[in-house]
């Protein structure tokens, strides 16, 4: 498999799949008839870390007041990405970066902004047809490790993970994942597809859904708005 084409049908049917039960979700409509993954035992399959103790965790600082994210740092995976706004598409699905950059994070700008009240939705791809994409070593993250979000108003949003997990498709739940953990927290969830790639369906056996809350501001300067790479 070689053509853009395929990639790209690749992406659509893994990270779309969790996207447009988002969508549904957050139009208030009900989440029906799932389709099941197929998953497999392979080399590289991910297991869930599941949610652990809060115990060792630092305690959820103060939400920030509204500004728009330019970068995503994640220094335990090297990661330092641009972040573009995306909305839904045709479908009630949010719309993922081109996949042409995907290096880059795409933000629900329909929803909460990382560092105030509510959760913020960040997205990316998990591979291309040739390559690691932005959040490939995402599952790999643990509860105590820290997520950055530099801003357009000279804040840094520091958060830090409190779960990790691994949802199989047929166990999937959108209000579960996405919505708000303690109720008052500025939060973060980052999601990309995992598990296995089935070639008979054509999509990822699972999602990993990372949550995170701020526990702290700093300072720096972003790289611009809507960056590629």
């Not at 357009?152 to 579960?176: C, L, P, Y």
Request: charged share 20%; net charge neutral.
């Amino acid at each position: 498999m070689s053509d853009r084409e395929h990639a790209s049908g690749r992406f659509l049917t893994g990270l779309a799949w969790v996207l447009l039960l988002l969508g549904l979700w957050l139009w208030g409509r009900e989440v029906t008839d799932v389709r099941n993954g197929t998953s497999a035992s392979a080399t590289g399959d991910m297991a869930a870390v599941g949610r652990p103790p809060d115990a060792g965790l630092p305690p959820p600082a103060k939400p920030l007041g509204q500004a728009l994210p330019q970068r995503v740092d994640i220094p335990d995976l090297g990661v330092r990405a641009p972040v573009v706004a995306r909305g839904l598409d045709t479908e009630g699905a949010v719309d993922p970066p081109p996949f042409d950059q995907a290096g880059a994070v795409g933000w629900y700008a329909g929803g909460a902004q990382p560092g105030t009240r509510g959760a913020a939705l960040l997205v990316g791809h998990v591979d291309t047809e040739t390559r690691p994409a932005v959040f490939y070593k995402l599952s790999t993250l643990k509860p105590g490790e820290t997520v950055r979000v530099v801003r357009d108003d000279g804040k840094v949003a520091e958060f830090t993970v409190d779960a990790v997990e691994v949802i199989r498709r047929d166990r999937f739940d959108a209000r579960q994942a996405y919505g708000p953990r303690r109720a008052g927290r500025a939060e973060l969830r980052l999601i990309t597809c995992g598990g296995t790639f089935d070639r008979v369906s054509g999509g990822y056996t699972a999602n990993v859904v990372v949550s995170a809350y701020l526990t702290g501001t700093g300072t720096g300067t972003g790289t611009g708005k809507g960056a590629g790479v």
